[in-house]
């Protein structure tokens, strides 16, 4: 193997070079702090007090596997996780559609793409909790002309979330798509049009095929948005309409499941603390699963170029 | 090279966040006095301003430290749980409810036999945990009813005197909903239900039912179940208030109302809410254009019923905190109810205190709470501060009367009340 040689810079020197190699972990260690603080920490920390009842995490008692149990046994829960599912998968289908359509809309060289990109992307700066009081204004605007409002049914919780959603991520995913339809070399649909391909073919053989990559990383960042939704769903429906059972438990129709954890810490005492930490960690580890699934599917999809 | 410009000012950025968390707070601790210092987590956002200039005001009295920070609108239980396990934890916080007492109960210092409990004119907002001992103890107690704009009464043809019971506010209410539009305003302001107005109904205003039921059934800690005897009170009372109002009830869920807006701007004649509201209605309004009477909602003998009076501005001591700095609290609460500058600041940005140097009140709400027990009518207390994991409790209550309002069935109010209240009682006490 050619030693590589000295470019002119003496950081690049052998001499100077050895030291620092040797002394690798000392210039690893802030970010290695940081990321031990910030994420490795918090992280045990939570799985602990999952075990435990406590009030703050200071007094943390351990109490064993009880605050699981409850989780699973809470019927919002459940609910809650049918909900989401069902919310994130559709979610993820039409975010993607929409989005790769309006990219490729956009990269067919049509006047004033970039002021439609711009457009397009903008609803993404928005809070989440902002978002959330405009478009339910909006949808009550128009509902109230029927007398009912976006509180009243499952329904229009659901599609007024997902019209919001779509809202506020198409036009994240569609920059991304972008950037990949724009990295699909020339010659390969040139060769595809001599070769007598149609459009609708060269896009389904030749397009998609290549811009594999971006729909792995549109499928994961639009599938654990769909799963992690907070600040929209309370601030548009914060989980009405409530059915009210014979049991006395009410469910929470239009409750996601970040929501439902947050009302079980912070709504509920601190008996239920436990079972809230449980709850996130049973979510981060679907969260987690599902999406390690996803990028196995879509990843061995990817062609090299 | 740039590339490596780039990583190098990125992992100083990030070094930077991660360590300017730590340089205020070690700060604050090596300027800590020797006497001890108080932290008061305060829950008011609007007495901020007037609590940190008695806090100046002390220090420069005493040299005892004080550092009063109030936790955002909405906040506080959040605030509190994660003040609560840093080293300089707050040393004064509040427990305003039986809710809070059980998740908090650990923490509060049993305040029996101290000097500031000694100087409490009456026990009645002292909150107990289970064993019975003093859990928090009010600082200062606040009335709500149904404000009144007296000079639109009038207009109307009527006066306060005629309202004794639920029939004749009832009447006077039709009729002036009726004529609205000759009129000028209407009975009621809106009783909008999202998250800064439905606290008026789901709290205050279930207090009534609440009320008359611990009267029947002798509360004296939060029963596991309620059975709802006077749910059709609440029923009454809202029907009227929906009714005689100028907005349509379907669009009281969403439609974010502003109710005091509108009885400042003089466009209704009734508005429930308390004594809290006295200030900035007062920028408006004179002190003899206006009036709390009782919530009449159609119960037996309610003419003899007098304001609801009672507080969730209950202070607790933390058992955790440095003797010398428990020390230092208890002096300083000591100091707030029996000083001059204290007491008055006090009553001017919180109400009446529960305290033997208490002054009077100038809030025309409070005096007329006063009226009502001097002329010897009940005082109802706030039986609502009973109400287990209060926030979901209520939460059940508006989603429920807000499908009841778009043309849903009252069953479901009071399944979420009734049912609701076995639930999160058993929720709470799991």
């Known amino acids: 193997m050619k030693k590589k040689t000295n470019d002119g810079t003496s950081v690049n020197s052998p001499l100077l070079r050895r030291p620092i190699q040797r002394m690798f972990f000392v210039f690893l260690l802030p970010t290695f702090i940081a990321f031990c603080i910030g994420f490795v920490y918090p992280f045990l920390q939570g799985m602990y007090l999952s075990f435990c009842s406590f009030t703050t995490i200071s007094s943390a008692k351990f109490i064993g596997i009880g605050n699981y149990i409850k989780a699973l046994e809470d019927a919002t829960f459940t609910h809650a996780f049918w909900f989401t599912a069902l919310f994130a998968v559709i979610s993820v289908v039409l975010i993607n559609v929409l989005a790769f359509l309006v990219a490729y809309l956009l990269t067919l060289k049509i006047k004033g793409a970039n002021l439609f990109r711009t457009a397009f992307f903008m609803p993404n700066l928005i809070g989440g909790i902002v978002l959330g009081y405009i478009w339910s204004m909006i949808f009550n605007g128009i509902l109230s002309k029927y007398q009912t409002s976006i509180l009243m049914e499952t329904k229009y919780g659901f599609w007024g979330l997902m019209i919001l959603m779509l809202w506020q991520q198409i036009g994240y995913m569609m920059i991304i798509y972008i950037a990949g339809l724009q990295s699909v070399p020339e010659e390969l649909i040139e060769a595809a049009r001599i070769d007598g391909a149609n459009r609708w073919q060269t896009l389904i053989h030749v397009t998609i095929p290549n811009v594999m990559s971006s729909i792995t990383i549109c499928m994961f960042l639009s599938l654990t948005n769909g799963f992690k939704l907070f600040d929209q769903n309370l601030a548009l429906t914060a989980g009405q309409p409530f ?29 239920a603390r436990g079972t809230g930490q449980a709850k996130a960690v049973i979510f981060f580890v679907l969260v987690a699963l599902i999406s390690v699934i996803q990028l196995r599917a879509t990843r061995s999809k990817e062609v090299q170029q | 090279m740039k590339k490596k410009l780039i990583s190098i000012l990125m992992a100083a950025a990030m070094v930077a966040t991660v360590f300017t968390g730590c340089g205020g707070d070690s700060g604050e601790s090596a300027s800590k006095s020797d006497n001890g210092s108080v932290y008061w987590l305060n829950f008011k956002p609007e007495a901020d301003e007037a609590l940190q200039d008695i806090a100046k005001t002390y220090t420069e009295q005493t040299g005892v430290e004080v550092k009063v920070v109030t936790a955002a609108e909405g906040t506080y239980e959040q605030t509190l749980t994660s003040e609560m396990d840093k080293s300089n934890a707050p040393t004064l916080f509040v427990v305003g409810n039986q809710a809070a007492v059980k998740t908090w109960g650990d923490y509060c210092l049993d305040l029996e036999g101290t000097k500031i409990y000694e100087q409490l004119s009456t026990d009645d907002f002292t909150l107990r945990k289970d064993d019975g001992t003093v859990a928090s103890i009010g600082y200062c107690y606040e009335s709500f009813g149904i404000i009144v704009n007296k000079t639109l009464l009038e207009k109307a043809g009527h006066s306060v005197d005629e309202i004794t019971d639920f029939a004749s506010l009832k009447s006077i209410a039709d009729e002036i909903h009726a004529n609205a539009d000759t009129l000028g305003f209407d009975a009621f302001t809106s009783s909008g239900m999202d998250d800064s107005s439905s606290w008026r109904f789901s709290g205050h205003l279930a207090n009534m039912p609440l009320y008359y039921e611990s009267v029947d059934d002798n509360w004296t800690e939060c029963p596991a179940e309620i059975k709802g005897t006077y749910l059709d009170l609440y029923k009454n009372i809202w029907d009227l208030y929906t009714t005689d109002c100028a907005v349509d ?153 807000n499908q009841y309002d778009a043309g849903g069935s009252w069953d479901d109010v009071e399944k979420a009340f009734v049912d609701g209240w076995a639930t999160q009682y058993k929720a709470a006490n799991q």
Do not use: H
Request: aromatic residues 12%; glycine residues 8%.
């Open chain 1, 243 to 271: 059915i009210f059972q014979d049991d006395g438990s009410q469910i929470k129709t239009t409750e996601m499941l970040a929501l439902n954890i947050y009302n079980t810490f912070y709504g509920q005492s601190s008996a």
């Open chain 2, 249 to 401: 009830k379907t669009s009281l869920a969403t439609g974010g109302y502003d109710a005091e807006a509108e009885f400042m701007n003089g466009e209704a004649v009734f508005y429930q809410n308390g004594s809290w509201e006295y200030p900035t209605l007062s920028e408006k309004l004179g002190d003899d254009e206006m009036c709390m009477i009782p919530i009449y909602c159609g119960a037996e003998g309610e003419e003899n019923n007098g304001l609801c009076s009672g507080t969730e501005n209950c202070w607790a001591v933390n058992a955790n905190a440095d003797q010398k700095d428990i020390d230092a609290t208890i002096d300083f609460m000591t100091w707030l109810v029996t000083s001059d500058e204290g007491t008055k600041m006090m009553t001017e940005t919180l109400g009446i205190i529960p305290y033997k140097a208490a002054p009077d009140s100038k809030n025309v709400f409070l005096e007329n709470a006063l009226e009502y027990s001097e002329a010897g009518k009940t005082t109802i207390p706030w039986t609502f501060n009973y109400t287990p994991n209060v926030d979901e409790w209520r939460a059940g209550v508006v989603a429920a009367m």
